[in-house]
């Protein structure tokens, strides 16, 4: 889909959502590491029997080579392919936690497969966790559990006198599914 609106001329992938977010949208991406929505459009068919649940969509850029999982599975990844990766994401994270819209727990979550993209320059992008109204697919969270630090299964609350070694925790998950024969399997 290609998004052209105002200064906006760019191809983009939509994500469905319930609520229209408060934050987090902008046309302006605040880092090169961090994938935000750039428009919320109404949904036109949300008064119907077809649609109920969806009332907008979040134009996120569109990324050619998907998800890290998908990524991963396409290209196989070298220790400095992989270094690369996790550099990207950890300053992705890190722009996240210090733009302060979101809890350091959200923060810590986007570090999962399935919250991290790589576009066609091969540049890897964090989602900005956005709530949309709509609950988590089963699949999602079986992700969030797999991932999840002992700090977050402990049910500790994820502050900045732990937050660090959650972050490590993830990442050292995140090389070893980069590291097998089947990434994240």
């Known amino acids: 889909l290609h998004l052209s609106h105002g200064m906006l001329d760019l191809p983009v992938a939509l994500r469905a959502s319930a609520i229209a977010p408060t ?6 991406q605040v880092s090169p590491h961090v ?3 750039v428009a919320v459009i109404a949904n036109p068919m949300r008064q119907t029997q077809f649609s109920p649940q969806i009332s907008y ?12 999982r998908e990524y991963a599975l396409a290209h196989p990844v070298t220790s400095q392919r992989a270094a690369r990766i996790l550099r990207q994401v ?3 994270v890190e722009q996240i936690i210090s733009s302060n819209e979101v809890s350091l727990a959200q923060a810590v979550g986007t570090i999962a497969p399935s919250s991290i993209f790589v576009d066609s320059m091969e540049l890897v992008k964090v989602r900005v966790p956005i709530d949309t109204g709509r609950g988590m697919s089963l699949q999602k969270t079986l992700e969030a559990i797999h991932f999840m630090s002992p700090e977050e299964a402990e049910d500790k609350h994820v502050n900045y006198s732990n937050v660090w070694q959650a972050i490590c925790f993830r990442i050292g ?9 089947v990434p994240f399997s």
Do not use: D, I
């Open 90 to 92: 950890l300053e992705g």
């Open 173 to 181: 998950l995140l090389l070893y599914g980069l590291g097998c024969k």
């Open 35 to 37: 994938l935000q929505p």
């Open 57 to 68: 969509f979040l134009a996120y850029p569109y990324c050619f080579h998907g998800n890290l």
């Open 23 to 28: 934050t987090g949208v902008s046309p302006w």
